[in-house]
């Protein structure tokens, strides 16, 4: 039988995971989008699609990158209320509209590139994208119902 202090350890540990895949998903993608104009060159060589298309692919990446890298600073404000257990707060709710606006626009870039050129992968992302938009939308009318509710409770108490 598991203890209350067994499941805090495994909430504890996956709590810490995450945040650190999350700030390595954050500054990795900070080097990736620096680093496209010689990337891109790099495995031009394996697609030769890109080298064709080299300055729309490296403005469209750079794009989808910085729009990523601010995606995740604003997953990572949330998780640091996470990590501070208090995370029904009005700064969360902002951060998830937010969340959803970059997802949509994520999304719509997707389908730029896909008018340089289509692949069956940039569909799943757009339908991944506007999935995350759609739902960082709804969490935070979800979000903004909780903070009104926690706001309510602690004027009663």
């Not at 067994?6 to 080097?31: C, E, Q, R, S, V």
């Not at 060589?45 to 600073?73: D, M, N, T």
């Not at 501070?84 to 009005?90: A, D, K, L, T």
């Amino acid at each position: 039988m598991k203890t209350n202090n067994d499941i805090n350890a495994k909430k504890k540990n996956l709590t810490m995971w995450t945040k650190y895949l999350l700030d390595f998903m954050f500054y990795g993608g900070i080097i990736v989008t620096i680093s496209l104009p010689v990337s891109i060159k790099l495995i031009g060589g394996q697609l030769p699609y890109l080298i064709e298309h080299y300055e729309e692919s490296v403005v469209i990446y750079f794009v989808l990158g910085v729009s990523a890298v601010v995606l995740l600073r604003e997953l990572r404000k949330i998780f640091k209320t996470v990590l501070e257990e208090n995370c029904f707060v009005q700064e969360n709710v902002v951060s998830l509209r937010k969340m959803g606006s970059w997802s949509f626009f994520i999304a719509v870039m997707s389908v730029v590139r896909s008018i340089v050129y289509l692949t069956i992968a940039m569909s799943v992302v757009i339908f991944v994208f506007v999935i995350a938009g759609l739902f960082s939308k709804v969490l935070a009318y979800v979000f903004e119902e909780a903070v009104q509710y926690k706001q309510e409770n602690d004027l009663t108490v």
